[in-house]
């Protein structure tokens, strides 16, 4: 669970860093299951006690926040002065060292069964399965992990949010290809935009939405396409796969035959680690949150005894919290803490930096990437990754 310091703990203190240098530490604290402010106080902890260290190439150094432990920079700032080098270059140079003393664990072997495969669902909407998913697929990413984010709601919020239109009606979707309506040559991937912004540019693209969702339900009761209703997201994105490290689904607010698709996609495959591909929940701290829940265990509970397969519920991510709603939000939080499987990934607190972001259709770990909503991010992330 992650909430927002407390200033009597921890200082935000901000530096110039060169863009490489600031991505290998969110990649490497990534893949070593360490939160960013944490490796840099171990960074700088260590540093304070090694002799002088080589000088880091700061040239075009970009803006880069942390929290410190309350002291902590000041102590920082005196070895600076005592060894004749800016606060910068001591920042710069405590983050080389941790990451020098943190090598890289050894890649993992090739999956047999594609991508892992991360859904984002409930029931109830207004829970902020968006902007849940979006975060997470911008930690991934800017990680290190080729992430490729799908907007299968067909309201469309999320291809919205990001800046992108929405597939044209007429025009080739994720829909047409489950239903196997698409004419020519054309494949998903020719409809994949990439994301552009913050240190996860080159590792994101987006499959935008297309209003025809709408219809889709419907179209696969009826459909002779798929035999198996359950298997026709699977069978459209089989073609991706190979070419990314994790597919991140925002699923509509629905118990229909479309979240029956999204939920199958992210079974445990023969061959695949449980735990590997799944399900995360996010809900709010109000029992409209713990309703919807239910009738969404129940479906993957039926899913799970009609087509013989494990379903993973990697958790659940509580948004949009904010202790000073009171009894009734700290008294659901508890609730949620007591289930223990699934666990709560995190909590992410309600703060305007997710709503400044969508007004300006920007992703939230471009636009205020070390706000305490994107350091939830990285934590779900990171937890769902490890």
């Avoid at 000041?74 to 090598?103: F, M, T």
């Avoid at 009606?169 to 990439?194: C, F, N, T």
Wanted: aromatic share 6%; charged share 25%.
């Amino acid at each position: 669970m992650t909430a927002p310091y407390d200033p009597s703990d921890r200082e935000k203190v901000v530096a110039k860093l060169p863009s490489e240098l600031r991505k290998e530490l969110k990649v490497r604290a990534a893949e070593v299951d360490t939160d960013i402010q944490d490796a840099v106080t171990q960074g700088v902890e260590a540093w304070r006690k090694s002799g002088p260290v080589a000088p880091v190439d700061t040239a075009g150094g970009t803006s880069f926040a942390t929290y410190l432990p309350t002291g902590l920079y000041d102590k920082l700032k005196d070895v600076c002065k005592a060894r004749g080098i800016s606060y910068n270059q001591g920042i710069a140079q405590s983050i080389r060292l941790w990451l020098d003393e943190h090598p890289s664990p050894r890649p993992k072997p090739q999956r047999a069964t594609g991508a892992r495969r991360i859904i984002f669902g409930n029931q109830k909407g207004g829970v902020g399965k968006t902007s849940v998913s979006a975060g997470v697929a911008q930690a991934l990413a800017e990680s290190g992990h080729r992430t490729l984010l799908i907007d299968f709601d067909p309201q469309g919020h999320l291809t919205k949010q990001l800046g992108h239109p929405l597939i044209a009606i007429d025009e080739p979707s994720l829909a047409k290809h489950m239903l196997g309506e698409v004419k020519g040559e054309d494949g998903l991937e020719d409809l994949l935009v990439p994301i552009k912004g913050g240190d996860f540019e080159d590792h994101l693209w987006l499959l935008p939405a297309c209003k025809d969702a709408f219809l889709l339900d419907a179209k696969l009761a009826t459909s002779r396409f798929v035999r198996i209703k359950e298997t026709a997201l699977e069978k459209a994105l089989e073609p991706l796969e190979s070419e990314f490290d994790f597919i991140v689904v925002d699923c509509p607010p629905s118990l229909g035959y479309s979240m029956d698709t999204a939920i199958y996609y992210c079974r445990t495959r023969e061959g695949e680690d449980a735990g590997q591909s799944g399900i995360v929940i996010p809900v709010l701290s109000e029992d409209s949150s713990a309703d919807a829940y239910d009738m969404l265990e129940e479906q993957i509970e039926d899913l799970t005894e009609d087509m013989d397969v494990d379903i993973a519920q990697l958790g659940f991510v509580v948004n949009m919290y904010d202790s000073r709603k009171g009894f009734v939000a700290t008294s659901s939080l508890e609730e949620w803490q007591k289930i223990g499987d699934p666990p709560v990934l995190a909590v992410v607190p309600e703060l305007k930096d997710q709503r400044e972001a969508v007004r300006l259709k920007a992703p939230l770990l471009a636009h205020a990437p070390y706000c305490d909503q994107s350091e939830s991010m990285r934590t779900i992330a990171r937890r769902i990754s490890g």
